[in-house]
Structures are given as structure tokens and as C-alpha cells.
Nanobody
Framework: QVQLVESGGGLVQAGGSLRLSCAAS????????MGWFRQAPGKERQIVAV????????YYADSVKGRFTISRDNAKNTVYLQMNRLKPEDTAVYYC?????????????????WGQGTQVTVSS
């Protein structure tokens, strides 16, 4: 079955960096658009970043543009989220997700597979 396993979360001070990874198995990874989403306590899940199947096209939420970078390694079936200049408002559980598509997909309901999430906490 399909599995998405996130790692790399943790506690970091404001201004610091973290790199999240999401290892996929059970699917033909290079056919899937990959997205990172996050959900803070008491808030709705929101999109963070999306990358197309080849890695040539990306989308970022306005709140993370210029600070976060999404990338993928199709040979390793892994998608990454490099997070720099972290802010307390970035604190959330971060999820990776996969959807079978040739175009970028920003709607979370369109994603077929989800990881279990990894906690990111940014202290002020």
C-alpha cells in the first residue's frame, strides 16, 4: 500500500532552519504531484508548497515565499521542504501529500495520499 513518511520536524528558535523529508513507497513516485500542508492548533489545514512531477514547477503560499523551498528526488522517492528564517507562526503539524496529476494541485481535497505528519515548533 501507499505510504508517505515525514521526518525532520522538531523545535527550533525563530530565525532558524529545518529540513523536512517525505519518503514515499507503494506508488510510482514520478507520476505524482507532491505537496506540503500544515495545520496549527485550532486552525484549518493550509497549503504550504507544491511541486510538479519533474520538479520544474512549484507553488508557494504567500506566507512562506522566499523562506521555504520544495524539492524532490525521484530516484529516492523523496520530497523535501527546506524551511529557513522560521517564525513562531510557522508552528504546526506538517504533512506531505501525493496526487496523480500532470499539473500543480493546490486543493488539499484533491490529494489522494497523506503522511502522518511531523511537528514543527518555532519558539520566539
Amino acid at each position: 500500500q501507499v505510504q508517505l513518511v515525514e521526518s525532520g520536524g522538531g523545535l527550533v528558535q525563530a530565525g532558524g532552519s529545518l529540513r523536512l523529508s517525505c519518503a514515499a513507497s507503494g506508488l510510482t513516485f514520478s507520476y505524482y504531484v507532491m505537496g506540503w500542508f500544515r495545520q496549527a492548533p485550532g486552525k484549518e489545514r493550509q497549503i504550504v508548497a507544491v511541486i510538479n512531477v519533474s520538479g520544474s514547477n512549484t507553488y508557494y503560499a504567500d506566507s512562506v515565499k522566499g523562506r521555504f523551498t520544495i524539492s524532490r528526488d525521484n530516484a529516492k522517492n523523496t520530497v523535501y521542504l527546506q524551511m529557513n528564517r522560521l517564525k513562531p507562526e510557522d508552528t504546526a503539524v506538517y504533512y506531505c501529500a501525493a496526487t496523480y496529476s500532470r499539473a500543480l494541485v493546490v486543493q488539499d481535497l484533491s490529494y489522494n495520499y497523506w503522511g502522518q505528519g511531523t511537528q514543527v515548533t518555532v519558539s520566539s
